[in-house]
Structure formats: structure tokens, C-alpha cells
């Protein structure tokens, strides 16, 4: 769980670390049994349990084309006995689940996928789970808006520099003498250029490689992609007002946009967007 973003929900009292990863959440078993009696011994205890066991088992087979079926027999046979014994790690080396994840150091503990946190919840008290539930749809719900914000304000600066934009390609690039048809064939090759310095592609080329979509890529696009796609707007305009070729804005534009992503994807700039 490499380069995951660390979240903190409040449940009854307790502070419960959420680790998300590729559009996957964790949530810390824990620091869901602090505060109850047994503390980390629950989980083991919980791990036993036959009935856990057959629902792990079931979330993998759905959720995990890796997941060792055969070990996992073996493990569903011996469990419910006194005897027997399982940590989330031995869990995990056996079977080669997803679900469970056993961490050292840093963000260290038990987690578990979101489902089967819900799960384990339940066995811990049907109340702690309802208000563990309740805190983290908040959670997703806060996330959804702010992330829905910082899009849409992006993507009305975008549309607003493509206004500049295409001033400036009627100012010094539609010839006066054009048919409104052949005027929107420039303004097309134009948004073209930025497509291409940006996205890789024509409007055209990611039409026919995508054809079930709906819209065009900037539809698609990702908040940095479209920040960046408003900033290269704005400098095309300035290098068309300067009279530089097509060829040559699209080489300049295409290594401001490369230098522009590789900021914005950092991780330090990832973390920064986000908070």
C-alpha cells in the first residue's frame, strides 16, 4: 500500500486511521479495538471464528483472481477448533488475500478492506458499527465535494482561456475572406495543437479509440489535466499574438505541459491539491 493517503475519522471517542489506495479504502482494525476490552487480541479472536474465516473467503473469491482457493480449504477445515490459530498475516502469506493487510512501521497495524472492516465492526457491536459506517460515508461524501469544487473551478478556467484562445486565432490565423465552415476547421486544428501538447491525441484519434464514450477527452480529463490545459491556452495565445508556427508552438507547448504534470503529480503537489 505504497504512496496511500491517510485519512482520520472519530468514532465514539476513538480516532480510526483510513488508508486509501487506487481507489480502495482501508480502515485500521487497530484502531477500531482501542478502546475496547482485549484491545489487538480481539482481532485474533475474531480471525478464529469459523464464520469469519467462510466470509473472508467469500470477499477474495469476488474480489481477488489471485486469491490461493486451495489453502484457503485447508484453513475453512481446521477452523472453529481450539487448536486453531490465524493472524491477518498468516492470512495474507497463505492465501494471498487483498482484503486483509498487515503493516509495520509508519501507518503500522491490521487493515482491512472496507467491507470486511464493516464486518468486523459488527462482531465488535452493532452501534459502533452503525457510527462507524455513518463517519465514513461523511468522510467519502466531504472528499466527493471538494473534489467536485477544485474540477469544476478548473474547468471554467479552462473554458474561459479558450475564449482568449480563439480570439487570438481569429485575430491572426482565420484569413478575412473564410466561410464560417472553413472557420471551424481552424479553430478545430487549433484545439488540436492542445490536445495533442496535452493529451497525446486528436480530438479525432480519441474519438476512434474510444468510441463507446460519451463527449470529448477534456470531459475526461483529470483535474491537473485540466489545469495544465488552462494554463497552455492562455500561452498559445501569447505565441500565436508572437507569430510563431504551428510546428513550433506545439513542440514549446508540449514541453510546458510535460514539465507542468510532472509538478503537479509529485506527491508532495498531490498531497497539497487534496488538503
Known amino acids: 500500500m505504497s504512496k496511500a493517503k491517510k485519512s482520520t475519522i472519530e468514532v465514539q471517542g476513538s480516532s480510526i486511521s483510513i488508508l486509501s489506495q487506487q481507489g480502495e479504502d482501508y480502515i485500521s ?27 473472508l473467503g467469500v470477499w477474495e473469491r469476488i474480489n481477488n483472481p489471485d486469491f490461493n482457493s486451495l489453502e484457503f480449504e485447508g484453513i475453512k477445515n481446521e477452523a472453529g477448533r481450539n487448536s486453531f490459530f490465524l493472524s491477518a498475516k498468516k492470512w495474507i502469506e497463505l492465501t494471498g488475500a487483498k482484503g486483509l493487510i498487515a503493516r509495520a512501521g509508519r501507518y503500522g497495524g491490521t487493515y482491512a478492506h472496507r467491507d470486511i472492516a464493516f464486518e468486523f465492526g459488527s462482531w465488535l457491536s452493532p452501534e459502533f458499527k452503525l457510527y462507524l459506517i455513518k463517519e465514513f460515508q461523511r468522510l467519502k461524501e466531504d472528499e466527493n465535494r471538494r473534489l467536485s469544487l477544485a474540477w469544476n ?86 505565441l500565436i499574438h508572437m507569430g510563431l508556427s504551428q510546428g513550433e508552438r506545439l513542440k514549446r507547448l508540449n514541453a510546458i505541459a510535460i514539465r507542468q504534470m510532472q509538478v503537479l503529480t509529485s506527491a508532495a503537489a498531490i498531497k497539497q491539491l487534496k488538503e
Request: proline share 2%.
Open 153 to 238: 473551478l478548473n474547468r471554467t478556467l479552462s473554458k474561459l482561456n479558450y475564449r482568449i484562445h480563439t480570439d487570438a486565432i481569429k485575430a491572426h490565423l482565420v484569413p478575412a475572406a473564410v466561410t464560417a465552415s472553413q472557420a471551424t476547421i481552424i479553430y478545430a486544428h487549433e484545439a488540436d495543437v492542445l490536445n495533442v501538447a496535452l493529451f497525446g491525441q486528436t480530438a479525432k484519434q480519441w474519438r476512434d479509440t474510444n468510441p463507446e464514450m460519451e463527449g470529448n477527452m477534456r470531459e475526461y480529463a483529470t483535474i491537473e489535466q485540466l489545469l495544465v490545459l488552462a494554463n497552455i491556452e492562455g500561452m498559445n495565445a501569447e
Open 29 to 55: 482494525l487497530t484502531d477500531m479495538v482501542r478502546n475496547f476490552d482485549g484491545g489487538g487480541a480481539l482481532i485474533e479472536q475474531w480471525l478464529k471464528n469459523k464464520d469469519t474465516v467462510l466470509f
